[in-house]
Structures are given as C-alpha cells and as structure tokens.
C-alpha cells in the first residue's frame, strides 16, 4: 500500500526559508523508473508542479522557481525534501508530494497535503 | 512551456446527466495526458492516464478521448460524488509538467 505524507511548519515569515519533509512507504524511490514531485495549489487555485527527483538522484525543478528551490532524497529513511528559500505571502499554498512510476507518467500517488501560511 | 487551458470554468449538471469538459494543449502533448479529480479539502486523484486510460478503481462512467493538443474528460451519468474540480495535466513536455486551470462540475 502506497502512502506519502507531507510534514513541515504551517506558518512561516517573510524572507524566511521553508523546508518540507515528504516521507513515504509502500515504494521505493531506489526502484528504477521511481520518482517523486512537489505540487503545490494556492487556496482557491490551481495545481503548480515544483520539482521532481528521481531513483537515479537527478533533480528538476520549474523553470519559473528553480532558483529558490533544491529538492533531496534520504533513500534510507523513505523521505524526500524540499526547500524554498526566500518565502513571500503569495507562496501561501497547499503543498503537496507525489509519486510518477517513470520519467514520463502522471502522479498516481499524493500526500494529502500540508497548507503552509506565509505571513508576519 | 505547454500552457493547459481548460473550458469551461464551471459546469452546472443534473445528476444523471452527461458532463464534457475540455483541455486543450498550447503545443502538441501526444497522448501524454491526465485527468485528475479533487473533491475540497483533498488531494487530487488519478482518474485518466494516456489521454484515456482509467487509473485503477475508476469507475466506468469516467471516459478520456484525444490525443495532440485537444482532449475530452466525459462522465456519462454524473453521480452525487463526481461534483467536484477537475484538472488536466501534461506530461509529455518532461519535466516542466502543467496543469490546466481546472473546470469546477457543480450541481445543477
């Protein structure tokens, strides 16, 4: 049974760095083809893909934000990372993981979710 | 980047009525697409997969068709737990992934 779970602060201050914490079971991100995303959905929006990194530890990010981000894995613990330096009110979003089975496929799996609020 | 555009916004249905929603692509995706479903306060779910292909569990009524850059999301009967957003989302455009902006399937 395959589960994500997403975990980090659900408020953080401008300027500040946001670190969030994908952990999952059920998978195995060292399993060729295996890749996990962050999405994100402002309140009321819709769905923007953040980043992307795969069983062979390459990373991807969106081209409109890849100079804020860095995304990780810890293959030993089932968890994948990302941080988003520099937060601004209007990052205010549900983030989200999700799991692909391959370079070219769609998110069968995600967390549920974890809205983080940035405001000071 | 592949720009998704979704029409319409809303739709306004009858249960037991049929619901078309549209995507279109800004540049041909193959038949790299899918569809997902959120219901508020949820995640998205994975309902159609290579533009028409039920994810597992998807009930029948859930039908996708088209393949470049203009693709269809059909439920035949609408049931009360399929009013809900829908989104498309290319991934063929790998890994700069996107979604469409959503239709929203409300109660008529």
């Known amino acids: 049974q395959v589960t994500l779970r997403e975990s980090g602060p659900a408020l953080v201050k401008p300027t500040q760095t946001l670190t969030l914490t994908c952990t999952f079971s059920?998978?195995?991100?060292?399993?060729?083809?295996?890749?996990v995303s962050w999405v994100r959905q402002p309140p009321g929006k819709a769905l923007e893909w953040l980043a992307l990194i795969d069983w062979d530890d390459d990373k991807y990010y969106s081209t409109s934000l890849k100079t804020r981000l860095t995304i990780s894995k810890d293959t030993s613990k089932n968890q994948v990372v990302l941080t988003m330096t520099n937060m601004d009110p209007v990052d205010t979003a549900t983030y989200y993981c999700a799991r692909s089975t391959a370079m070219v496929a769609p998110f069968d799996y995600w967390g549920q979710g974890t809205l983080v609020t940035v405001s000071s | 980047e592949i720009v998704m555009t979704q029409s319409p916004a809303t739709l306004s249905v009858s249960p037991g009525e049929r619901a078309t929603l549209s995507c279109r692509a800004s540049q041909s995706v193959s038949s790299n697409l899918a569809w997902y479903q959120q219901k508020p306060g949820q995640a998205p779910r994975l309902l159609i997969y290579g533009a028409s292909t039920r994810a597992t569990g998807i009930p029948a009524r859930f039908s996708g068709s088209g393949s470049g850059t203009e693709f269809t999301l059909t439920i035949s009967s609408l049931q009360s737990e399929d009013f809900a957003v829908y989104y498309c989302?290319?991934?063929?455009?790998?890994?700069?992934?996107?979604f469409g902006g959503g239709t929203k399937v409300e109660i008529k």
């Open positions: 989302q290319q991934y063929n455009n790998w890994p700069q992934l996107t």
């Open positions: 059920g998978f195995s991100l060292s399993t060729s083809g295996m890749c």
